[in-house]
């Protein structure tokens, strides 16, 4: 089954621009058997996909609940959990990375690095922290072995990263526009329908649960403005560290819950 495992729709994430609907349509169009709609830190994008009765109606296109969780020290990282998990603090970013990958795995999930040799801040091996720390890349499940809107050498270095540590490597578009849907796809050795056969296909094949590809989109941000991308990326570091601080009583009080419901 062929997905597209990186996808920000109208509805979820505020820089995407194609309403999940319609992200539905241009992936049937091209072949794919399913999508995993990854919003920055929400699940609004899949909320809207639940509720439109024209989305449901694709009996033969497999739409997964994922999410693109900005963490204050490690980047990006792309979560799943079963379909019966619901974890508001997944929507609550600023999570240390070792904090999510624990409440990840408590709750049946598995979660990997979103282009992991990206750019500065938001990807782990760009990051202060976590740039040589091996230990965190072997608890994680998956790598991101192929995104359309990084570099072939950005890719090239992931897909090395997920081989050494035995990881399989996910492929997807990271699309927030029109025209870079279906950009980047994974190929998997089973038949997916939900996020426990996706969870239980990765965790009972390893590598061989997937590959990964596509080409390249040549219309990025960081490409139309060159340089003046360090500026964009600062101020995403600002934006992040704002934003984490923000909702730090909700996470608190979101992890005592959690707390007292898991003891």
Not at 181 to 202: H, M, Q, R, Y
Request: hydrophobic share 35%; glycine share 10%; net charge negative.
């Amino acid at each position: 089954m062929k997905f597209d495992m990186h996808c920000h729709t109208k509805e979820g994430s505020p820089d995407g621009k194609v309403p999940v609907e319609e992200f539905i349509d241009i992936l049937m169009e091209n072949g794919y058997d399913g999508m995993l709609v990854t919003d920055h830190d929400s699940y609004n994008g899949y909320r809207a996909w639940r509720r439109n009765p024209v989305c449901q109606r694709n009996q033969n296109f497999t739409v997964l609940k994922g999410i693109e969780y900005d963490t204050i020290d490690a980047g990006h990282i792309l979560v799943i959990m079963p379909e019966d998990v619901k974890l508001p603090i997944l929507e609550l970013r600023g999570l240390p990375v070792q904090f999510l990958i624990k409440i990840v795995h408590k709750h049946g999930g598995i979660l990997g690095p979103a282009h992991p040799c990206g750019v500065k801040y938001m990807s782990i091996f760009n990051t202060r922290n976590h740039r040589d720390r091996p230990e965190i890349i072997e608890q994680f499940d998956f790598i991101e072995g192929f995104n359309a809107c990084e570099e072939q050498e950005s890719n090239d270095r992931a897909q090395e990263i997920a081989a050494e540590y035995g990881k399989p490597a996910f492929g997807g578009s990271d699309a927030h526009k029109l025209d870079c849907i279906g950009l980047g796809a994974t190929e998997f050795a089973g038949e997916i329908t939900t996020e426990s056969d996706l969870i239980a296909l990765v965790k009972e094949k390893g590598t061989q649960a997937c590959t990964c590809g596509g080409s390249y989109y040549q219309h990025t941000t960081k490409q139309k403005i060159g340089r003046l991308n360090s500026v964009l990326v600062h101020s995403f570091w600002l934006y992040n560290h704002v934003g984490s601080m923000w909702r730090y009583r909700r996470r608190h009080l979101e992890l005592k819950r959690m707390y007292i419901r898991i003891r």
